[in-house]
């Protein structure tokens, strides 16, 4: 059975979303292993470096779902109206931005694992080189969210005035557009304040979930569109 480039993008989509949530899902430190407060960044490092042979893997399942997750979004940014591909623009840019962060995990996983393993004095000088990269990645993801925030709402409400290609339905669209703007504003309120980080922890989870759940939609409405013509057919040369 060949698929058509809707099915193959809308399938790309779905099946990029569930390995990006079930990487993150494991991600030592920031996910369900070895849990630590992600405003602590001297505790995450040493969690990813305790963790190693999870915390080297993880990012390689997330980069290839960011990947199927990105040719479904071009896949659906080439039928969507042009509302909606405004949107997908930045949502992609995001997911690059998530993937560049991924790559400097795997360095500061090494520099975590050289802490752990060398002498007091230069474990400190190990640790301190993690800690710079990790406020790099920081700012990455600030970056990286504020895009996928904006996106997710310039995109939702694109398809709540012209759902084509994935129809989902109106009101749904006009739901998620309303809770991402929402969520941009608790994310930027709670970005300088420790106390308001943690007291929004539970809001976040929900946010993301709540993001890759209207992700899988997406890409089952994309896998399930029948395909239409969109340019007139050329005429048969007699």
Not at 34 to 48: E, G, H, I, Q
Not at 79 to 100: C, D, K, N, S
Request: glycine letters at 8%; hydrophobic letters at 55%.
């Amino acid at each position: 059975m060949r698929l058509t480039e809707k099915q193959l993008g809308g399938w790309s989509l779905l099946l990029g979303t569930v390995a990006v949530a079930l990487g993150y899902l494991l991600s030592p430190g920031r996910g369900a292993v070895d849990t630590v407060p992600s405003t602590n960044l001297n505790d995450l490092t040493l969690a990813m470096a305790r963790n190693a042979t999870l915390s080297y893997t993880i990012p390689v399942v997330i980069i290839c779902g960011a990947l199927l997750m990105l040719n479904g979004l071009l896949t659906l940014r080439r039928y969507a109206a042009p509302v909606p591909r405004l949107g997908l623009l930045a949502m992609a840019i995001a997911l690059v931005i998530q993937m560049t962060m991924r790559g400097l995990d795997y360095m500061i996983v090494g520099m975590g694992l050289a802490a752990l393993e060398s002498d007091p004095a230069r474990s400190d000088e190990w640790l301190q080189s993690a800690l710079q990269m990790q406020r790099m990645v920081w700012g990455l993801h600030f970056t990286s969210s504020v895009a996928g925030y904006v996106g997710i709402v310039i995109l939702a409400l694109g398809l709540a005035f012209r759902p084509e290609p994935v129809r989902l339905p109106q009101a749904l669209n006009g739901i998620v557009a309303v809770l991402a703007v929402a969520s941009l504003v608790v994310f930027i309120s709670a970005w300088h304040s420790n106390q308001l980080e943690l007291a929004f922890a539970p809001v976040f989870a929900a946010m993301s979930v709540a993001g890759l759940v209207y992700m899988a939609l997406l890409g089952r409405g994309l896998a399930s569109s029948k395909d239409r013509q969109t340019n007139n057919p050329e005429p048969e040369v007699s």
